[in-house]
């Protein structure tokens, strides 16, 4: 069965320090892959994905991602956090011939400190 | 564009008494629909799945039941809830076969609180 592994489920940082949130997921076959955020208040939302192609993926407010199959990871990065990044990130994958499923990771709660 | 809805937005039910949460989805055609609970430190916990009308996958036993009687409703429902099914309860569409819309697409969510 497929799962998804985040490492860290709890991230305070200062402004301009750099993040790494860490995802594994857990499928031997072709993966679609994906972080989502959900802002305080907010609904959760697409951050990036990744479908095939450059491993490395750009998303939407800096954030970037590298699927790094040999390893089963897509970890999150962004080079400096603001105060505005603070959120729930979570990663989740949807196994190609698994069906309609896509499988959440438990979350990260990061808290960006000014 | 397509938008999802759901509601209501919150609910407080005693143990015991029924449940009906809805969800529909405008915009968009044969959608893959998902009910999903949200807990704390759990992430995302996928209960059920929809490809088409009246085609309804479960993913953990629990007291918990979903219908798709229309192609753009999903409806999730208990006859009798537990303290346990407490919780905040996320639908989600993603494009269906022939799309290229993998992405899921989340709604507001709903919040239950069983006393």
């Known amino acids: 069965a497929q799962s998804v592994s985040q490492h860290n489920h709890h991230v305070i940082l200062s402004e301009a320090a750099s993040l790494e949130l860490g995802c594994n997921y857990s499928?031997?076959?072709?993966?679609?892959l994906f972080w989502y955020v959900q802002y305080p208040g907010q609904h959760l939302q697409l951050l990036l994905k990744?479908?095939?192609?450059?491993?490395l993926v750009k998303g939407i407010k800096g954030f970037e991602a590298e699927f790094i199959k040999s390893k089963f990871s897509f970890n999150l990065r962004k080079p400096s956090v603001q105060w505005s990044d603070t959120a729930e990130y979570f990663c989740?994958?949807?196994?190609?011939?698994?069906?309609?499923?896509?499988?959440f990771g438990a979350g990260t709660r990061l808290f960006v400190k000014a | 564009s397509q938008t999802i809805h759901q509601w209501p937005a919150t609910l407080v039910q005693p143990v015991g008494s029924p449940l009906s949460l809805e969800c529909t989805v405008e915009?968009?055609?044969?959608?893959?629909l998902y009910w999903y609970r949200q807990a704390a430190g759990r992430g995302l916990q996928l209960l059920f799945y929809?490809?088409?009308?009246?085609?309804i996958s479960s993913e953990v036993p629990q007291n918990l039941s979903a219908s798709r009687p229309q192609d753009r409703q999903f409806i999730l429902s208990s006859k009798k809830l537990l303290l346990s099914d407490s919780g905040f309860y996320l639908c989600?569409?993603?494009?269906?076969?022939?799309?290229?819309?993998?992405?899921?697409?989340f709604g507001p969510g709903t919040r239950l609180t069983v006393l």
């Open positions: 989600a569409w993603r494009g269906g076969r022939g799309t290229s819309y993998n992405e899921q697409f």
């Open positions: 915009g968009t055609s044969n959608p893959n």
């Open positions: 929809s490809v088409g009308i009246g085609q």
């Open positions: 499928y031997g076959g072709t993966v679609n």
């Open positions: 990744y479908f095939s192609g450059d491993p």
């Open positions: 989740a994958v949807n196994a190609l011939g698994g069906g309609f499923k896509t499988i």
